[in-house]
């Protein structure tokens, strides 16, 4: 595979999904002024993804509904802080960078932005997210391979996976060993059993995503 030049990213390539990079090659991705709103980079151990941002329906229908997960879920919790920013762009400069369709801080002290800042949260100035996850409908394979690693490397304590086509959640927690373990109750979201997730997914079969929510909604009444 020949590497991405840091010189004029190639705005038509058809990129395979990893490709030998600097990070200054990010770079050039990321603050090239014709590039496309929707298109995602992530960089890990030398390496450079870029999302073309083509997921269409089914990624844009599921991903909403996660964001109302996180509203039903936290509206029950008066005056706890919550900020969800879902596809910001995370960077540990100079090693890794990521834009998860989901990020969620959850406590407080989450990143905000200056006249002047890279749009970015840089892990050198703000926390770590309480929880990231990947809407899975074409990326299965990497979101549960290279981004995984890239996510315990940033040190995220929880990533979920949303598998749009086998209908369930995957979802890990950070262990000591710096290695992810897959768990079945989130602890982010306290208390939460990732199978009501894979549930509320089997809910999309017969309606949209609002009247998945309301199911998931009615599902946590009593927890």
Same mark, same amino acid.
């Given at each position: 595979?020949?590497?991405?030049?840091?010189?004029?990213?190639?705005?038509?390539?058809?990129?395979?999904?990893?490709?030998?990079?600097?990070?200054?090659?990010?770079?050039?991705?990321?603050?090239?002024?014709?590039?496309?709103?929707?298109?995602?980079?992530?960089?890990?151990?030398?390496?450079?993804?870029?999302?073309?941002?083509?997921?269409?329906?089914?990624?844009?229908?599921?991903?909403?509904?996660?964001?109302?997960?996180?509203?039903?879920?936290?509206?029950?919790?008066?005056?706890?802080? !919550?900020?969800?920013?879902?596809?910001?762009?995370?960077?540990?400069?100079?090693?890794?960078?990521?834009?998860?369709?989901?990020?969620?801080?959850?406590?407080?002290?989450?990143?905000?932005?200056?006249?002047?800042?890279?749009?970015?949260?840089?892990?050198?100035?703000?926390? !770590?997210?309480?929880?990231?996850?990947?809407?899975?409908?074409?990326?299965?394979?990497?979101?549960?391979?290279?981004?995984?690693?890239?996510?315990?490397?940033?040190?995220?304590?929880?990533?979920?996976?949303?598998?749009?086509?086998?209908?369930?959640?995957?979802?890990?927690?950070?262990?000591?060993?710096?290695?992810?373990?897959?768990?079945?109750?989130?602890?982010?979201?306290?208390?939460?059993?990732?199978?009501?997730?894979?549930?509320?997914?089997?809910?999309?079969?017969?309606?949209?995503?609002?009247?998945?929510?309301?199911?998931?909604?009615?599902?946590?009444?009593?927890?």
């Amino acid at each position: 595979m020949t590497p991405i030049t840091a010189v004029s990213p190639p705005m038509t390539l058809a990129l395979p999904q990893w490709q030998p990079a600097t990070w200054d090659d990010y770079v050039a991705w990321r603050d090239n002024p014709d590039l496309n709103k929707d298109v995602r980079l992530f960089f890990h151990q030398g390496y450079l993804w870029v999302d073309m941002g083509n997921e269409g329906i089914n990624h844009a229908r599921f991903n909403d509904l996660f964001t109302l997960v996180f509203f039903v879920w936290f509206a029950r919790q008066t005056g706890l802080l !919550v900020d969800s920013l879902s596809g910001c762009v995370i960077e540990k400069p100079r090693t890794q960078a990521a834009a998860p369709d989901k990020v969620l801080y959850i406590g407080g002290n989450s990143p905000q932005w200056s006249e002047g800042e890279p749009r970015v949260i840089n892990l050198e100035s703000w926390r !770590v997210p309480d929880l990231v996850g990947e809407i899975a409908d074409t990326t299965l394979a990497t979101d549960l391979d290279e981004k995984k690693q890239l996510y315990a490397a940033l040190a995220i304590p929880e990533y979920w996976v949303v598998d749009i086509k086998g209908r369930q959640v995957l979802a890990f927690r950070l262990q000591s060993d710096g290695k992810y373990q897959q768990i079945a109750v989130s602890v982010a979201l306290e208390g939460l059993p990732i199978s009501l997730l894979s549930e509320m997914l089997e809910q999309m079969n017969e309606g949209n995503n609002i009247i998945a929510a309301v199911w998931f909604n009615q599902q946590i009444a009593d927890f």
